[in-house]
Structure formats: C-alpha cells, structure tokens
C-alpha cells in the first residue's frame, strides 16, 4: 500500500513536491513510477525510474518534473515546476505496470 502526499493547489508555473512511502518494504529489483489521473481520462504512467537508475517520463512532463527514490526509506518523490493546467490530476505511485495495490493518491490543482 502507498501513501501519496504533497498535492495542492497552485497557480500555472508553480511548482509542487509528491511523495509516496510504501507501507512495506519495495524491492529494489522493481523499477517504480508516478501515475495520474485526470477527470474523464485514463490513468496514464508519467514518469519512472529502474532499479538501475533508468529514468523515463512522457513527453509532456520531460524538462519540468524530476523523480527519484531512497531506497533505505521506501520513499519516492516527484518534483514537478513550471505546472499547467494540464497537469492537474490525481497522481499515484506505484510499478509502471501497477502490480501493486493502488493507494488514494494525491490531488493537484493548477488554476489561476
């Protein structure tokens, strides 16, 4: 289970942090990523690391968010900067393949 946090409200250009701590322990041989979600919209990866180290993010978040993990800590993060509204969502954590159980997320608002 994951326990997303972070969200909010911000204006376009703001900048926001996530976090996510898994309530068990995540092996290291599984890559993790930051999911969302918006209104009518299918559930969408944005944004992942291997257990190597690989990061990938869709296109329209490359240049602007920025994740990363401790691994000791079972805790990622997603900085995310120069928001739009098209960012807003609901963003969860979880495997690129979402093999595990989905926490509640948290909610991100950009509206001016």
């Known amino acids: 289970q994951f326990v997303e946090s972070g969200g909010g409200l911000v204006q376009p250009g703001g900048s926001l942090s996530l976090s996510c701590t898994a309530s068990?322990?995540?092996?290291?041989?599984?890559?993790m990523g930051w999911h969302r979600q918006a209104p009518g919209k299918q559930r969408e990866l944005v944004a992942s690391m291997s257990r190597l180290g690989r990061i990938d993010y869709v296109d329209d978040v490359k240049g602007r968010f920025t994740i990363s993990r401790d691994f000791a800590k079972n805790t990622f993060w997603l900085q995310m900067d120069s928001l739009t509204a098209e960012d807003a969502a609901v963003y969860y954590c979880?495997?690129?393949?979402?093999?595990?159980?989905w926490g509640q997320g948290t909610q991100v608002n950009v509206t001016s």
């Open positions: 068990q322990p995540i092996s290291d041989e599984y890559a």
């Open positions: 979880n495997q690129p393949g979402g093999i595990f159980f």
